[in-house]
């Protein structure tokens, strides 16, 4: 906002007691266009008793509660336990289950495993399919119509900008989410991670890697991270 | 409608077989889903999809999930190729 416009409402005194009256409404108003009709259609549906103000709460308090922090656990399982990636492989629900990630819900998983030659990439060109009981809400730019639109034409073009480059006999394997199923990327285990713990494994593993945009990192850029 | 424009069309093959879900062309309408529909992966090559347009590497593949009745087997199509 302008310090014009501030001032403006300044020497109209009433915006700010309209704003002391209702607290909120100063709120509302910084809301963009397509927020406030979700308000708006939450406070219908909630009048007219298709939800509850508590179902509301609900889902998101149990969309707060999923992070990619549960995918990086999952990822660093499956590298330092062989068995565990099978399961990981063959049935993603129940391995989420084995470490307390509870990705039960009407959505399937699959788990794409990418090795020294096949490179995989999550998109959802119709809007924005992605894990979300296991890693929470996608990131801005995954539901971009940039990203959704150009990750199948020009799928390395697009990890380049995200700073991966591919070698040419890597094939990529793009995914294009559109129904039941959701798909997460298992990252390649980075060089010289011979020692480190599990826990610490789990900190290479970032977002984007589980998408496919990027590898996971290398253990010395992460330490330089931390620093 | 689920299935990306951009396949549609095109030939490629069944990767995979995801079992059976409520079909989303009726649970769009209020409909019950049922008879549920056969969900596949069905993979395609990227040089079928952009011809010249993709110009990455000729080994590079994309896989959508496409429900059974948008499906036709391959050599009913036009084109060449496996289905």
Same mark, same amino acid.
């Given at each position: 906002?302008?310090?014009? @416009?501030d001032?403006?409402?300044?020497q109209?005194? @009433?915006?700010?007691?309209?704003?002391?009256h209702?607290? $909120?409404?100063?709120?509302?108003?910084k809301?963009p266009f397509?927020?406030?009709?979700?308000?708006?259609?939450?406070?219908?549906l909630?009048?007219?008793?298709?939800?509850?103000?508590?179902?509301?709460?609900?889902?998101i308090?149990?969309?707060? %509660?999923r992070?990619p922090?549960?995918?990086?656990?999952?990822?660093a399982?499956a590298?330092?336990d062989? %068995?565990f990636?099978?399961?990981?492989l063959s049935?993603?629900k129940?391995?989420?289950?084995e470490?307390g990630?509870?990705a039960?819900?009407l959505? $399937? /998983?699959?788990?794409? $495993?990418?090795?020294?030659?096949?490179?995989?990439?999550?998109?959802?060109t119709?809007?924005?399919?992605?894990?979300?009981?296991?890693?929470?809400?996608?990131?801005?730019?995954?539901? *971009? /119509? %940039?990203?959704?639109?150009?990750?199948v034409?020009?799928p390395?073009a697009?990890m380049r900008e995200?700073?991966?480059?591919?070698?040419a006999? !890597?094939?990529?394997?793009? /995914?294009? *989410?559109?129904a039941d199923?959701?798909?997460?990327?298992?990252?390649?285990?980075p060089?010289?991670?011979?020692g480190?713990?599990? $826990?610490?494994?789990?900190t290479?593993?970032?977002?984007? *890697?589980?998408?496919? !945009?990027?590898?996971?990192?290398?253990p010395?850029?992460?330490?330089?991270?931390v620093? | 409608m689920r299935?990306p424009?951009? !396949?549609?069309?095109k030939q490629?093959?069944?990767?995979?077989? @995801?079992g059976? /879900?409520r079909?989303?062309?009726s649970?769009?309408?209020g409909?019950d889903?049922l008879?549920?529909?056969?969900?596949y992966m069905?993979?395609f090559?990227?040089?079928?999809l952009?011809h010249?347009r993709?110009?990455?590497?000729s080994?590079?593949?994309?896989? !959508?999930?496409?429900?059974?009745g948008?499906?036709?087997? %391959?050599?009913?199509a036009?084109?060449t190729? *496996?289905?």
């Amino acid at each position: 906002m302008s310090t014009e @416009h501030d001032h403006a409402h300044d020497q109209h005194g @009433h915006t700010h007691d309209v704003a002391q009256h209702d607290p $909120e409404a100063a709120e509302r108003n910084k809301v963009p266009f397509y927020g406030k009709r979700i308000y708006a259609i939450r406070d219908l549906l909630i009048e007219k008793g298709v939800l509850s103000r508590d179902d509301v709460q609900r889902q998101i308090d149990y969309m707060d %509660a999923r992070s990619p922090a549960n995918g990086a656990r999952l990822v660093a399982r499956a590298w330092v336990d062989p %068995a565990f990636k099978q399961r990981l492989l063959s049935n993603p629900k129940s391995a989420c289950a084995e470490l307390g990630i509870d990705a039960s819900g009407l959505v $399937e /998983f699959v788990v794409l $495993e990418n090795t020294e030659k096949v490179h995989n990439l999550v998109v959802c060109t119709l809007c924005s399919c992605y894990p979300r009981p296991i890693l929470g809400r996608p990131p801005d730019w995954y539901k *971009s /119509f %940039a990203y959704r639109s150009r990750a199948v034409v020009e799928p390395r073009a697009v990890m380049r900008e995200f700073g991966t480059e591919l070698a040419a006999d !890597v094939a990529v394997r793009v /995914f294009d *989410s559109s129904a039941d199923m959701r798909y997460l990327v298992l990252p390649r285990r980075p060089a010289a991670t011979d020692g480190m713990s599990e $826990e610490e494994l789990a900190t290479l593993v970032t977002r984007d *890697s589980m998408i496919g !945009v990027t590898l996971a990192r290398e253990p010395a850029r992460a330490a330089a991270v931390v620093r | 409608m689920r299935t990306p424009t951009y !396949v549609r069309g095109k030939q490629g093959w069944v990767e995979r077989v @995801h079992g059976e /879900f409520r079909n989303p062309e009726s649970l769009a309408y209020g409909g019950d889903g049922l008879p549920r529909k056969a969900l596949y992966m069905v993979g395609f090559r990227q040089s079928d999809l952009w011809h010249a347009r993709y110009r990455e590497s000729s080994g590079d593949t994309l896989y !959508v999930d496409i429900y059974e009745g948008w499906l036709v087997p %391959a050599d009913s199509a036009e084109g060449t190729g *496996s289905g």
